[in-house]
């Protein structure tokens, strides 16, 4: 059994997402990589299928580095590589500012870190010996490069072997990174991997007029009219995320909060509990939540557009996953016209949308009334057995409990596929032990 075999059985995948066979089947094993793909694309796996292929467990050395822009993304990718390393007899460390300092006894094999937190410990203390590396990868590099990380990589990568293999990873390449990868790549191979259907199901794009209100205020018109499993809002700014989502507690909501202002134990916490499906709801802020995988997203609401609006398309792009359908609402004010206007030219089909009787509608138009399906048929008839008549206002009293029931039969429906889903997983995994 070889290395991307093992991975597979370890991990249950049936079968390689598009930038995970790119590596696999890549020409040359030794050669630099640049792989570009969007988030939840299965990049980390892709770059753990290359480390694991070319260490030698026998070898009591560091030999690749994996470099994360935030202490969250390092965590998130020490968490899912150390069962890998366990299955294949190699020592994994993870290396970030924030943690208890203990001294380096035993030089790891995988080294998973924040770049300042491993400069200090390779440069200036010189208490880590990344210099024996032959891989270093650099997952997230337009992150890195956006939050000034990128001239500790540089120091990091001019005390290592010239020959060193580098392989970067990131959703964007933007051209203020192509000065560092001219003089760090030699010849790289590179690997763009578009949107593929057979990863990501529709997403519709729901434009919302805010109608002289705050974005904020709207945000609370458009809320009672979803049912969602998870949504994602996203704010522009670290102030605006942490408005809404004091507001959304005073509201009554119980939320997940996730921006740069937070420090980085709430932050850490934060991580845990939208990762363990412990909130409905998340509000965050486009690089804070950058990498971190999500399942069960359903919404996602932004609240106006990005500055940069390639960030529009990753907030889209966290919906509408595992093959089922997401929806991406876009509160909108007249000054966010040309951002819509450049997204449209991108070839996102918006549709406009209003609340009506807290309902999504299509704006100034009537809803049409076509056919009820089975659930809702199903749910009329229960509620309308329970509900009298003679009571005053049963009508609106009968349509809220048929709303408040569909949304929690929903809600179940998709918390049992993810449930099945993984319990596929775990009896795969049971028989392959066997």
Sequence with gaps: MNTVEKIMKLEGFKVLT????EIVNRPMKYRDVIGISSTGSGKSHAFFMAVFDQLDPSVDRVQAVISAPTRELAYQLYSRCKPLADAFGVHVRLITGGMEKKSIIKQPQIVIGTPGRMKDLFINNNELRLDTASMMIIDEADMTLEFGFLEDIDQILSKMDKDIQIMVFSATIPMELQPFLKKYLTDPYLIQIEENQQFQSDV???LISCKHKSYIDRLFDVLPAIQPYVCLIFANTNEQAAQTANAMREHG???AELHGSMESRERKKAVKMITAHEKTYIVASDIASRGIDIDGITHVISMGFPKDLKYYIHRAGRTGRAQRDGTCIALYMQSDGNA??????QGIAFVEKDIKQKEIVDIRKKEKKGKKDELTREIEKIV???????KPNYKKKQK?????????RKREMIRKDIQRQKKERAIQKQR???
């Design 18 to 21: 598009p930038i995970q066979k």
């Design 204 to 206: 519709h794009h729901y």
């Design 253 to 255: 909501y119980d939320i």
């Design 340 to 345: 819509i206007r450049s997204l449209e030219k």
């Design 384 to 390: 309308k057995k329970k509900t009298k008549k003679v």
């Design 400 to 408: 809220e409990q048929i709303e408040k029931l569909k949304r929690k």
């Design 432 to 434: 392959e032990k066997q």
